[in-house]
């Protein structure tokens, strides 16, 4: 088993920043590949980014790149999702997840542990 608690989230302004945390506990940090999704009421879960359980790999959905950074400390057991020029549309419940499998998954089905949820919301 393995625990998550996100952090972070809030209301800010259409080109502001916010940094989400997601600290794990339960297993070996540094053993979990990490991932961020996000869920927008009403509409399926959306792959944002995964990480590499050593951090020196990472991926991040066409709608976030080159404006939202994942990251993470092995010894804090701890991954963040540094979310920059933030948009209206980037409005959502973020969570972060376990993937147990191979690779970096972008499919919400592979992750086995799910955080509850931190709310983003950005005004326009």
């Known amino acids: 088993q393995v625990q998550l608690v996100e952090s972070g989230g809030g209301l800010v302004q259409a080109g502001g920043s916010l940094r989400l945390a997601c600290a794990a506990s339960?297993?070996?940090?540094?053993?979990?590949?990490m991932g961020w999704f996000r869920q927008v009421s009403g509409k399926e879960r959306e792959f944002v980014a995964v990480?590499?359980?050593?951090?020196?790999?990472?991926y991040y959905a066409d709608s976030v790149k080159g404006r939202f950074t994942i990251s993470r400390d092995n010894a804090k057991n701890t991954v963040y999702l540094q979310m920059n020029s933030l948009k209206a549309e980037d409005t959502a419940v973020y969570y972060c997840?376990?993937?147990?499998?191979?690779?970096?998954?972008?499919?919400?089905?592979?992750?086995?542990?799910w955080g509850q949820g931190t709310q983003v919301t950005v005004s326009s």
């Open positions: 997840a376990v993937h147990t499998g191979w690779g970096l998954s972008l499919i919400p089905r592979e992750y086995a542990y």
């Open positions: 339960g297993r070996t940090f540094s053993s979990l590949r």
């Open positions: 990480i590499a359980r050593s951090g020196g790999s990472t």
